[in-house]
C-alpha cells in the first residue's frame, strides 16, 4: 500500500482495511457456510516528531532567574529546576522537555520573551529529537 496524505500540513496516512470473519465456529446457525465481511478503510496516522527544547548556558543570566523559567514555564518544582540550572551550568545546555513541534516552539518564544523583558541574554532553543 502507498502513503496518502490528505493535504499540505496533514500526517501521512496510510490505508487500513478489517475484514470480520465468521465461520462455523462461530456462535450462529451452523449451516456450514463461511461469510467474511470487508469493512470501512481507516486511515492509520503516524504520529508527530518530537523536540526537544534546550537551555544554552551563558556567562551573565543569574542561576536563580534560569531555576524561575524552569518552574514557571516547564512545570518543574524547585529541587528539579536547581538540577537542571546546574546541569546547563556544568555542561553547557540541557534538555527542559519534548513536546511535539507547536508546544516546543510556544515554549521557546516564551522564555526568549521573558527573558528579554528582565534583560537577559538567556537561550532557549528546540531540535528534532
Known amino acids: 500500500m502507498e502513503n496518502v496524505s490528505l493535504s499540505p500540513g496533514s500526517p501521512r496516512m496510510t490505508p ?26 481507516r486511515p492509520k496516522t ?4 518530537l523536540y526537544k527544547v534546550l537551555i544554552l548556558n551563558d556567562d551573565y543570566t543569574p542561576m ?3 531555576v524561575h523559567v524552569l518552574e ?13 540550572m546546574l546541569t546547563v551550568h556544568k555542561k553547557g545546555l540541557a534538555v527542559v ?8 516552539e510556544t515554549k521557546v518564544t516564551q522564555v526568549m520573551d521573558f527573558a528579554r523583558r528582565h534583560q537577559h541574554p538567556l537561550q532557549c532553543t528546540m531540535e528534532r529529537e
Do not use: C, W, Y
Open 46 to 49: 503516524k504520529r508527530p516528531p
Open 16 to 41: 487500513m482495511t478489517l475484514f470480520l470473519h465468521a465461520g462455523p465456529s462461530d456462535q450462529g446457525p451452523d449451516d456450514g457456510t463461511d461469510a467474511t465481511v470487508a469493512v470501512q478503510t
Open 64 to 66: 536563580e532567574f534560569v
Open 97 to 104: 522537555g519534548v513536546f511535539s513541534h507547536e508546544i516546543a
Open 72 to 84: 514557571r514555564f516547564f512545570g518543574m518544582n524547585h529541587a528539579q529546576s536547581v538540577e537542571i
